[in-house]
């Protein structure tokens, strides 16, 4: 393999563009030709691809968003789209990819790999920590680090005016922000996708915890099965029905897709982009290279996209603990 291109797709997250640098020098190292495309599978498919060089990735290994720029590509899910994608592909003679994304981003790999035969490996990009084969993914750190200062910062005027908060965070089906960034600003309540919500249960709770606590936090996961934010403050209010009280609903939003990576995110991002280009050199070819215990491991795309990641029992087990 002489030649190989990178790009970023689906949702961005902080911490892409150290994943991107790492690929970018470690192909060099290895004496590699690298390309860049930009605008994910959108710009495959527009052939805008470019020669990187070391110093094209300097100075990036801080910034949040991604140089590649990222989009969303509904050609790219017609075979004629892909057909596009391949001929550009090959017009350059590029011979292996690196994908930077989430589940999607891996579906549209895998279906083009089975088409084309153009080994590409993975790197986990995505907020929401919902892939299978990596204990945490590119961004998902820096994305609870965001939630938790803003979660600090309602705690006290929360605490000043005794409300209770409702604080919406991201994750359609997972979770895995809500339990961390409820865990680490102490909220009384997360609510997630993967378990149901006993609204009862939660009201009972706050009428419980008034005689102790006088504001409450509750993290409510933007894709729980009691709804949005905005709906279960609704439903709690008229539950409770205690005109004393004060409701108040935060939504965190695209806020958590920004800033610098931590330097959590960094090291994982390059540990995933150094580890892809030599999951290509060693054979490697639908594969998403990952961290699990510590350790590099390479995990087929099918199971990324096919196996679900749990939520970490114990935290659970925390919440209910440190609530009280
Ligand atoms: P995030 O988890 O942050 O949303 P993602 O990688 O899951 O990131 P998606 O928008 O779901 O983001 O997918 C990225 C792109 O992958 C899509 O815009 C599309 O071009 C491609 N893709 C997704 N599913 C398929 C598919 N079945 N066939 C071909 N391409 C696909």
Redesign the pocket.
């Given at each position: 393999m002489k030649k190989i291109a990178v790009f970023t797709?689906?949702?961005d997250?902080p911490g892409m563009n150290a994943c991107v640098r790492a690929v970018v020098r470690t192909a060099i190292f290895k004496e590699l030709e690298v390309y860049g495309i930009y605008r994910?599978?959108e710009g495959m498919i527009d052939g805008e691809i470019k020669r990187l060089q070391s110093h094209s990735v300097s100075n990036i290994v801080q910034r949040g968003g991604t140089v590649l720029k990222s989009?969303?590509?509904?050609e790219?899910?017609t075979p004629e789209g892909?057909k596009k994608a391949y001929d550009n592909l090959t017009a350059l003679g590029i011979e292996g990819l690196v994908a930077i994304?989430?589940?999607?981003?891996?579906?549209?790999a895998k279906?083009?790999f089975e088409e084309y035969g153009i080994p590409t490996i993975g790197c986990p990009g995505?907020?929401?920590n919902?892939l299978y084969g990596t204990d945490y993914t590119i961004g998902f750190d820096t994305a609870v680090n965001t939630a938790l200062e803003a979660i600090d910062k309602i705690r006290d005027t929360a605490a000043a005016h005794d409300r209770i908060f409702f604080i919406e965070v991201m994750g359609r089906d997972a979770g895995f922000i809500a339990v961390e960034s409820g865990i680490g600003g102490g909220a009384e309540f997360v609510m997630v996708p993967e378990s149901k919500t006993d609204l009862d249960h939660v009201v009972k709770s706050l009428k419980n915890l008034r005689k102790s606590k006088s504001s409450s936090i509750i993290v409510v996961a933007e894709g729980d099965d009691a709804g949005n934010a905005q709906t279960v403050m609704e439903k709690v209010k008229q539950k409770l029905n205690d005109p004393t009280k004060d409701f108040k609903v935060t939504t965190l939003g695209h806020i958590q897709r920004g800033g610098n990576p931590t330097a959590r995110d960094r090291v994982l991002a390059s540990r995933c982009g150094m580890s892809a280009v030599e999951g290509l050199l060693a054979g490697h070819q639908f594969h998403m290279a990952g961290v699990v215990n510590q350790e590099v491991v390479f995990t087929p795309f099918a199971d990324c996209i096919g196996k679900t990641k749990s939520l970490i029992e114990d935290h659970l087990k925390l919440m209910k603990i440190l609530s009280i």
């Open positions: 797709s689906g949702g997250s994910g599978y989009a969303r590509s509904m790219f899910k892909r994304g989430g589940d999607g981003t891996f579906t549209g279906v083009f995505t907020i929401d919902d």
